[in-house]
């Protein structure tokens, strides 16, 4: 088995697609982030946290 140069170790992927997941990583990590945003500003209107 060569080794291939355009895979990047140690995932085995191209740079093409290692750059595709970590789009999808950065996107799910965006939306993960404004859904927790979102569930704090609701908690913090319906229960009396600070006062």
Do not use: C
Request: hydrophobic share 50%.
């Amino acid at each position: 088995m060569a080794d291939d140069p355009d895979k990047v170790w140690p995932s085995g992927l191209t740079l093409k697609e290692a750059e595709e997941v970590h789009e999808q990583v950065i996107l799910g990590t965006r939306i993960f982030g404004g859904v927790a945003v979102i569930a704090h500003v609701l908690a913090a209107v319906a229960t009396p946290w600070l006062g």
